[in-house]
Nanobody, 130 residues
Framework: QLRLVESGGDLVQPGGSLKLSCVAS????????IGWFRQAPGKEREGVSC????????YYTNIAKGRFAISRDLGKNTVYLQLNSLTPDDTGVYYC???????????????????????WGQGSQVTVSS
């Protein structure tokens, strides 16, 4: 059974940092690309970042460039999302999911749209507030 479990969300002050974790089970990270997404209250789910399966190449949307960093530990079968310089606009539930579309190169992953991903985790709440 393919499963993803997020953790690491918390309440943090503006300008602060958090590191989210996404632990995968039922498959190996070199087999599937993993994406991070977020959803703020009343808004649609949006892409943040993804990491390619073959070589761990990172890809980011504009909201993440320069502030967030995605990485993985193959030994722990875990993908991380480092969040820096957080603002209240970063508040939301952060989800990880695996890329289900197979027509992409293993050295690439699309950060959007969310519909190309599945096996969503339960999410991890990030709240940025003073």
């Amino acid at each position: 059974q393919l499963r993803l479990v997020e953790s690491g969300g918390d309440l943090v002050q503006p300008g602060g940092s958090l590191k989210l974790s996404c632990v995968a089970s039922g498959f190996n990270l070199h087999e599937k690309a993993i994406g991070w997404f977020r959803q703020a209250p009343g808004k649609e789910r949006e892409g943040v970042s993804c990491i390619a399966s073959a070589d761990g190449s990172p890809y980011y949307t504009n909201i993440a460039k320069g502030r967030f960093a995605i990485s993985r530990d193959l030994g722990k079968n875990t993908v991380y999302l480092q969040l820096n310089s957080l603002t209240p606009d970063d508040t939301g539930v952060y989800y990880c999911a695996l890329l289900i579309q197979t027509y992409y190169s293993a050295y690439f992953c699309p950060v959007t749209p969310p519909k190309e991903y599945d096996n969503w985790g339960q999410g991890s709440q990030v709240t940025v507030s003073s």
